[in-house]
């Protein structure tokens, strides 16, 4: 009986694993399976490295929950595999411009998202300095469109695939677009501007976990205005 459940269960994640942002009857349906032992968790584990080797399935959300769950098993055989199949975690690093995405990484999958958010900030001026050929420490629209794709896809895959879909630069694009591309009606589904419209202060008055609106996260700052944001939203991500 138990066993027929668990089956059950594993077909049901095979059906409804295309989905792009949380659903929460499959997050609990996954932490089930987790909860199954090690025979739940090596499952778990051959369900996301097929998915990572085949290059027709879109990481997502799914497979940063599995991970994530799957780094603190109680199971030495589970984590080995885990470190030993998916050293870079389920999101290929290359970097166009050899940037090292390992901490944001770590820092994102233990939910750091405050600390993630002022690395993703390093990490867009470090790109703009290698592309642009400069030594200051900012990033201006006119920047963003010498930036690698690449790199931007890898920023925007990491935030959403370790949020449970919840942030990333392409979902905040699409909350924005989905707002008629009014700023001020994005930056109010955001939650950027509180109920005065008063831009909320940095950091105290962010949210800085899973709580928070979708497209809370990653933070940019708006005092020069809206420009990076745009041309990161009309670029290629």
Known sequence: ML??????????????SSLSHRSDDLSILIESIYNNGIIGQRQLLTF????YTNKSIITSW???????????????????????DLPDGVICLDSESQINYKLLQELLVNNKFQEA???TEKILYQLSKKSNNHSKYRLYFSDIYTLPCQDLKIIDQLWKVHSKGLFGLSVQK??????????????KTISWINSKDIYRHYPAEFIWDTSAPRGHLPLFNQIR???VLEALFTYNL
Do not use: M
């Open 3 to 16: 066993q027929n459940n668990f089956k059950k269960q594993l077909d049901q994640l095979n059906h409804i």
């Open 48 to 51: 996301i490295i097929h998915r």
């Open 62 to 84: 799914i497979d940063g929950q599995i991970f994530e769950l799957l780094l603190k098993s109680p199971f030495s055989i589970v984590t080995n595999a885990l470190k030993k």
């Open 117 to 119: 958010n002022k690395i």
């Open 174 to 187: 699409n909350i924005w677009k989905a707002n008629h591309k009014n700023w001020y009606q994005f930056y």
């Open 225 to 227: 205005g809206h420009h």
